[in-house]
């Protein structure tokens, strides 16, 4: 059973348009949330993370938006560009914060920006 | 963040051998993992190394099959033994600095 779900596996955007990218968690003791994002041949990076106590957290042009009744949350980039495409990881844990130890992924959304 | 290195960045093994993968941190850390990334799948963890105790296996996962070794608190390495076409997949070694980060992986291809 797949607790953390991304049912996009890709999407394709055009650049200076926003992404959206969708996750879906069915574990409600789950109370950190994560994004990261991967190259080809490279691991995956951290990119931004929201608490369970927060709805919104922002960086630069990457903001994840947290929905906790609807148990889903989304990570938006505004304005997209071509160094954006890469494949997008969500990832949740349960009293663990973001260490390693406690993660679970979704199998990822390939973003894909249009020139 | 930590600069987690491992070697070797991908290889093609046949079927009944077993491959070894070394991870590198530039920094101390009490514990290091494993995960694994079968094709279109999630990434999914497979042990825990501390140094100079034995690996904390997930479900699923056994030592007989992945044994792990962890010398000292700056090196780990995985091994995935007796290899058959379903252990193609990309394994990573990851630390824990206030988040989890990952080497960039070893794409194993079992032929």
């Known amino acids: 059973d797949q607790q953390v779900k991304q049912n996009s596996p890709s999407l394709s955007v055009q650049e200076g348009r926003i992404s959206i990218l969708n996750c879906d968690y069915t574990?409600?003791?789950?109370?950190?949330f994560l994004w990261y994002k991967k190259y080809p041949a490279e691991g995956p990076t951290f990119l931004i993370s929201?608490?369970?106590?927060?709805d919104k957290n922002e960086d630069g042009r990457f903001t994840v938006f947290l929905n906790k009744s609807a148990k889903h949350l989304s990570l938006h980039i505004v304005p997209s560009q071509p160094g954006d495409s890469a494949v997008y990881f969500c990832?949740?844990?349960?009293?663990?914060?973001?260490?390693?130890?406690?993660?679970?992924f979704g199998k990822g959304t390939h973003l894909i920006i249009q020139p | 963040s930590a600069v987690i290195s491992q070697k070797p960045s991908r290889d093609i093994c046949q079927r009944g051998t077993s491959l070894t993968i070394q991870c590198q941190v530039d920094?101390?850390?009490?514990?290091m993992f494993w995960y694994r990334q079968q094709p279109g799948q999630s990434l999914t963890l497979i042990a825990t190394?501390?140094?100079?105790?034995?690996?904390?296996?997930e479900s699923g996962f056994v030592i007989d099959k992945f044994p792990i070794s962890r010398p000292n608190l700056t090196f780990s390495t995985l091994t995935v033994s007796n290899l058959s076409p379903e252990d193609s997949s990309i394994y990573l070694c990851?630390?824990?600095?206030?988040?989890?980060?990952f080497g960039q992986g070893t794409r194993l291809t079992v032929v």
């Open positions: 990851s630390v824990d600095g206030g988040v989890a980060f």
């Open positions: 574990n409600s003791m789950f109370d950190y």
């Open positions: 929201i608490s369970s106590i927060k």
């Open positions: 990832a949740a844990s349960e009293g663990s914060g973001g260490g390693a130890d406690g993660l679970t």
């Open positions: 920094s101390q850390v009490t514990m």
């Open positions: 190394a501390n140094q100079g105790s034995e690996a904390t296996y």
